[in-house]
């Protein structure tokens, strides 16, 4: 994995172009700590910067930027190209003067073309091609949009980078806040694609190729793969075998898709969480090894926060050479200072803590790990999935006004309340049948059951502020989530709608975004089998009877994985890496968390509602609610704000306005 950047300037400043490139460059060495190089055109005012981690080829025959043997290609590349071994016998070539794949997409470009030589790629990746004969230069992200790149304008020059923290290098960088941008982030916890943080940047969407005619032009983007498309057409070609046809084609290209990407002259291993998908990933991997594969797990002490012990079980049926951290509040507590610099815009999914430790623990051992991401957006196994079925179904059975009737006398009870009436029913309540805060999850409920459309559930299920409007000032929240909705509404059920969305949304701007963020601050090459495309196109083909069933979700990759493991190792409720973000807010974070939403700093750059958060807070520290989603989300876009220098200097600012 590596770290790309550059620019194509359409005018000569007065700063040294070669000295903006290192300096770029420079910001990604934890992307890549094993070389770096630059590449200028002084004609022309394009500039590439890279920094490579060694996986293929460790030889200074994978350095880039790199040219093709003709000399009209110039590439600095990010990523894996798994099939490179493939291609490269179909090119027919006789010598080359390395074996990394970046040698082979070059060639493969200059034989077919770029969009040709695209389609046969499998793998992820986000590059910068140079075409000196035409004098255009592309920007390519894979189709899942594994890998990141941004793009945009400063100070009228054309600019990129794999993270943000090398745009801002560029001289006369002025970061204004994007309102609208922000809004959408306070809904998702994220800022999604196309959309950046700052004003005049924006993320290329995967399955997205960029072309650029002159440093003056407007680009333009081409969508080279669509994640719509592949279910379309699966959904019009339905998969019309039996079960055990399913369960095998399905473990014959998931065999396929591990054992690609386990090449590498690196050492390699894998995280385990004790799931379905990163046991199957590791069951996979450990049939196609000679030797124990390196498996990696981190567990909480809190109750309700750990999986290590399943991951343990998982690793001793299969033989692996198991490494187990057992994480304190302190350890996940230390890594929130580190969260701005890290993700470069606000970004507020907690599990990014834990995924973190697991990444700097594997480092110690290996250069790559494997991860089991995707299967729940391919295979149906998010709880809202389930959720939002049973009950859109309950309020379509019921009086027209009896769900909205429910949930106003719901929320003329305080949570708690509530809390208190379940507390003097504890003792002839059930063990299995007590819940923690039950007048928060009965407060969610109502407003899950005062949706008037199963999209409404979705929505809300996956918001974290329902109206951002009301935290953002002067902000206007693009309809990003709900036209993704929309547009996957065609699909035959509501599972597979959400699905898509989920695959859409979810999976780039959150989860893959986490894992690349955490993975790469310690130089950890973080590589998704679940998410090769031919894997996920064949996942469209079947209908959603092999993905739910019975209520329960992932039902064919359950039965691949019982092949290989006793379904009683992984038969459990989806746990995930979580941590107790509540308790702690109330408990070891509770100063840092004042002193970043207390009216002072809360309305010191004018962008959001004082008030409204205030409010928050106070409910939370009184423990009258639980309303830790609603302020991390907040907590961290204060910490990004007031640690990240927004123009481009090299101290970070106390105070300053919104743009600088």
């Given at each position: 994995m590596c770290g790309i950047a550059g620019f194509w300037q359409a005018k000569r400043g007065g700063e040294n172009p070669l000295e903006i490139l290192q300096r770029m460059g420079a910001t990604l060495a934890h992307r890549g700590p094993d070389d770096s190089g630059t590449y200028h055109d002084p004609k022309k005012g394009i500039g590439l910067a890279f920094r490579r981690l060694s996986v293929v080829d460790l030889s200074p025959c994978g350095n880039q930027p790199m040219a093709s043997?003709?000399?009209?290609?110039v590439i600095i590349f990010n990523g894996e190209v798994y099939n490179f071994d493939d291609i490269r016998a179909e090119l027919g070539i006789s010598h080359w003067r390395g074996h990394s794949d970046t040698e082979v997409i070059l060639e493969a470009m200059e034989r077919w073309g770029l969009d040709a030589?695209?389609?046969?790629?499998?793998?992820?990746?986000?590059?910068?091609l140079w075409d000196r004969q035409d004098a255009t230069l592309h920007l390519v992200r894979d189709r899942l949009g594994i890998k990141p790149l941004y793009y945009g304008r400063v100070n009228g020059d054309f600019v990129f980078a794999s993270e943000l923290?090398?745009?801002?290098?560029?001289?006369?960088f002025s970061g204004e806040i994007s309102r609208d941008a922000l809004s959408l982030y306070m809904r998702l916890a994220c800022v999604p694609s196309h959309f950046c943080i700052y004003k005049h940047l924006h993320k290329l969407p995967p399955g997205h190729r960029l072309s650029l005619s002159s440093a003056a032009a407007a680009p333009e983007l081409h969508q080279y793969w669509s994640a719509s498309e592949a279910a379309r057409t699966g959904a019009q070609t339905p998969f019309a075998g039996s079960d055990a046809e399913a369960i095998e084609q399905l473990e014959e290209k998931l065999l396929v898709a591990v054992r690609l990407r386990m090449i590498a002259d690196v050492p390699l291993g894998a995280f385990l969480s004790g799931g379905v998908d990163s046991s199957l990933v590791v069951a996979l991997m450990q049939s196609h090894s000679g030797r124990p594969v390196k498996t990696f797990t981190i567990g909480f002490q809190e109750d309700g926060y750990n999986e290590a012990a399943h991951a343990r079980q998982v690793a001793a049926h299969l033989g692996t050479e198991h490494t187990e951290i057992y994480g304190t509040s302190k350890d996940a507590l230390d890594v929130v200072p580190l969260l701005p610099a890290m993700y470069d815009e606000p970004f507020a999914d907690s599990s990014q803590l834990p995924t973190y430790i697991l990444s700097k623990m594997a480092r110690d051992k290996v250069t790559v790990s494997l991860s089991g991401d995707g299967g729940d957006e391919l295979f149906g196994g998010y709880n809202r999935y389930i959720f939002t079925r049973r009950l859109w179904n309950a309020i379509r059975r019921s009086p027209?006004?009896?769900?909205?009737t429910m949930a106003r006398m719901i929320r003329s009870i305080s949570p708690g309340r509530v809390d208190r009436v379940f507390q003097m029913l504890r003792s002839v309540?059930?063990?299995?049948?007590?819940?923690?805060?039950?007048?928060?999850?009965?407060?969610?409920?109502?407003?899950?059951?005062?949706?008037?459309?199963?999209?409404?559930?979705?929505?809300?299920?996956?918001?974290?502020?329902?109206?951002?409007s009301e935290i953002v000032v002067n902000s206007s929240e693009p309809a990003t989530m709900r036209d993704s909705i929309t547009q996957a509404s065609w699909l035959p059920n509501l599972e597979e709608s959400m699905m898509l969305t989920d695959l859409q949304n979810y999976l780039p701007d959150d989860i893959l975004t986490k894992v690349d963020r955490a993975s790469m601050a310690v130089s950890l090459e973080a590589r998704v089998p679940l998410l090769d495309h031919r894997l996920v196109e064949f996942a469209w083909t079947l209908p959603l009877r092999f993905k739910i069933r019975q209520g329960t979700g992932k039902w064919i990759l359950r039965q691949v994985l019982n092949k290989y493991v006793p379904?009683?190792?992984?038969?459990?409720?989806?746990?995930?890496?979580?941590?107790?973000?509540?308790s702690w807010l109330r408990g070891p974070l509770r100063d840092w968390a004042e002193s970043l939403l207390s009216a002072d700093r809360l309305?010191?750059?004018?962008?959001?509602?004082?008030?409204?958060?205030?409010?928050?807070?106070?409910?939370?520290?009184?423990?009258a609610r639980n309303r830790q989603d609603l302020l991390w989300v907040v907590l961290v876009f204060q910490d990004w704000y007031f640690q990240t220098d927004h123009c481009g200097k090299?101290?970070?600012?106390?105070?300053?306005s919104p743009g600088c």
């Open positions: 043997v003709s000399g009209r290609y030589a695209l389609q046969r790629f499998v793998g992820m990746f986000a590059f910068a923290k090398a745009i801002r290098q560029y001289p006369e027209k006004f009896g769900p909205r309540t059930p063990k299995s049948a007590r819940l923690p805060a039950p007048g928060d999850k009965l407060h969610k409920l109502a407003n899950f059951a005062s949706a008037e459309a199963w999209s409404e559930i979705y929505l809300r299920a996956v918001s974290y502020w329902d109206d951002p379904a009683k190792l992984v038969a459990r409720p989806k746990m995930g890496f979580s941590v107790p973000i509540d309305g010191q750059h004018g962008l959001l509602n004082v008030d409204a958060i205030r409010v928050k807070w106070q409910e939370h520290l009184s423990g090299r101290s970070a600012p106390v105070e300053r």
